[in-house]
């Protein structure tokens, strides 16, 4: 009998790494209780997890250098995901000040001259609005993606308003419909970053 080698030890099949990005600072954010929502969905798919970005400061040129620490951070924390999910509400139709100034922050080379976090990055986006269901900013972002070599995930963005009994209690009620746009979209997600993967 002849003694057969140990079969090679196969590393398991790293899980995506999904990182959500809630453009609302609230603390009853109705965006974020979506972000909550899909991150619990993707549990056995994906490792997710949603940003902390609070603490970043206004973008300014002159406190570029050195980076300050709650940039460098965030910065960190795009650079090895996968992919963005982006939760984003509308203010004034448009997107709101403090998600776009994270952008910006993002969107700068690092202080090695490397290029920015968010180049090429893949990203969906969802978001719960007043009467518009957010469809103005969602369409706002695009233009800013496109300057970034953003790779869009060809998925339908699941844009939702809220509910005056979601606008009295702070509580997010999902339908049928916006959990079915919203596995959708994390089907088309999770398809895309295999696609990817395979290509590599
Ligand atoms: C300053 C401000 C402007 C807003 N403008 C719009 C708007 O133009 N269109 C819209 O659909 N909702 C608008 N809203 C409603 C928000 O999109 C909505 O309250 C959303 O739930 C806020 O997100 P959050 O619950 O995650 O904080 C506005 C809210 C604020 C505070």
């Not at 206004?58 to 980076?67: A, G, H, I, M, Y």
């Not at 968010?118 to 609005?129: E, F, L, N, R």
Request: charged share 20%.
């Amino acid at each position: 009998m002849t003694s057969q080698s140990p079969m090679p030890e196969q590393s398991p099949h790293p899980k995506p790494r999904i990182l959500a990005i809630v453009g609302s600072l609230r603390r009853q954010s109705l965006n974020r209780q979506m972000a909550e929502y899909v991150v619990a969905q993707l549990s056995d798919r994906a490792d997710a997890e949603i940003l902390n970005w609070r603490d970043v400061p206004l973008f300014n040129q002159d406190d570029e250098r050195p980076t300050p620490a709650a940039v460098t951070r965030v910065r960190e924390q795009v650079a090895k995901s996968d992919a963005l999910w982006i939760f984003a509400p509308e203010y004034n139709h448009g997107v709101p000040g403090p998600l776009k100034n994270l952008i910006d922050w993002l969107s700068r080379p690092l202080d090695d001259g490397s290029p920015a976090v968010i180049i090429g990055k893949t990203a969906t986006v969802s978001g719960v609005g007043g009467s518009s269901c957010a469809r103005y900013s969602h369409g706002a972002l695009l233009p800013t993606f496109d300057f970034l070599q953003m790779h869009i995930v060809p998925a339908a963005f699941t844009s939702m308003s809220f509910t005056r009994t979601m606008f009295t209690t702070s509580t997010l009620n999902l339908d049928e419909a916006n959990k079915a746009s919203l596995e959708n979209q994390a089907t088309a997600l999770l398809a895309d970053l295999e696609k990817q993967a395979q290509n590599l």
